[in-house]
């Protein structure tokens, strides 16, 4: 029986390592017909990102100088000055914005993530989410118009913080919901083994090791809500002259290449290349500093 059951088993090896031999060049081909296609796929999502960003250096570097940041935009004809009143105005709003929105977003996060899984409050939250990110950027704006401007009777930069921040909440709320959910469910049971409260797990374990993915939906909500002129065409406004004063209307980099696009002066359209240019500079310097940040963190 031994010598019929090792002849059994040796008779068989050949055939499995046949078969695996027979299997590996297929495998290998249809390995290298994905590397290749998700490489090319890869490739078609950059080309209109690189294709932006290229267009958009070569039009505004000729007129990006010292005076862009520190001098005020030129009347119509005139071809010296700069926005820097409009970089002022765009930090300030979405200073504004993330302040209402970050710290909202992130604690309706946790609530869905750590204590509302499963409950009807946490299904309307998800549908009230879902429904105002798909909401136009311009209602948000008459919105905070309602709302801010109508009721201190002038346009201000507070007024576009506000609409800005209805635009960035979902965002905040969705990337960080999905951060937390990727923290194993293992490492809560263990801080709670270890006598730690519920609190204590979730500021002290789970918002930690989700940071990355927090860092990341601030990015995306400052990158979204950096670009937006039409809420701030309602709330902001615009402002020709230096202002810091959040109750006064403000000049935002959106709203000057707005209207400096369509006006019919060559200088004021390259001023318009030129502060597009410096917005998309502003947006590249949170993403890098929020990676940079959270890359230091975990090291």
């Not at 609190?199 to 002290?204: A, H, K, L, N, V």
């Not at 998309?280 to 959270?294: D, E, K, Q, Y």
Request: net charge positive; no cysteine; glycine share 8%.
């Amino acid at each position: 029986m031994a010598t019929a059951e090792g002849k059994f088993s040796d008779s068989r090896r050949p055939q499995i390592n046949l078969t695996r031999s027979a299997r590996t060049p297929w495998r290998n081909s249809f390995d290298t017909f994905m590397t290749i296609l998700t490489g090319a796929f890869t490739i078609l999502i950059l080309i209109p990102l690189v294709a932006i960003v290229w267009d958009v250096a070569r039009e505004g570097i000729g007129q990006l100088g010292i005076q862009s940041f520190t001098e005020l935009p030129p009347p119509p004809g005139l071809t010296e000055g700069g926005f820097g009143n409009a970089i002022i105005g765009t930090l300030i709003t979405l200073g504004i914005g993330a302040a209402f929105s970050v710290p909202l977003g992130i604690l309706a996060a946790v609530y869905l993530s750590e204590f509302g899984r499963g409950t009807k409050l946490a299904y309307v939250v998800k549908f009230a989410t879902n429904v105002l990110a798909g909401v136009p950027a311009i209602l948000a704006g008459l919105f905070a118009y309602t709302v801010v401007v109508l009721t201190t009777g002038t346009f201000s930069a507070f007024a576009g913080g506000v609409a800005i921040s209805v635009v960035m909440v979902p965002i905040v709320l969705r990337a960080t919901e999905e951060g937390l959910l990727l923290v194993p469910q293992e490492i809560r049971q263990a801080a709670v083994g270890i006598g730690a409260t519920k609190f204590q797990t979730i500021s002290r374990i789970v918002i930690p090791a989700a940071l990355p993915s927090i860092a990341t939906a601030v990015t995306l909500s400052l990158a979204r809500a950096g670009g937006e002129a039409a809420p701030l065409l309602f709330t902001a406004l615009n402002n020709n002259f230096w202002s810091t004063d959040v109750w006064a209307p403000i000049a935002t980099l959106p709203v000057l290449i707005y209207f400096y696009a369509i006006i019919p002066f060559k200088a004021q359209q390259d001023l318009a290349w030129t502060a597009a240019l410096v917005l998309l500079g502003i947006i590249l310097t949170f993403s890098i500093s929020s990676r940079l940040l959270t890359r230091q963190r975990f090291q």
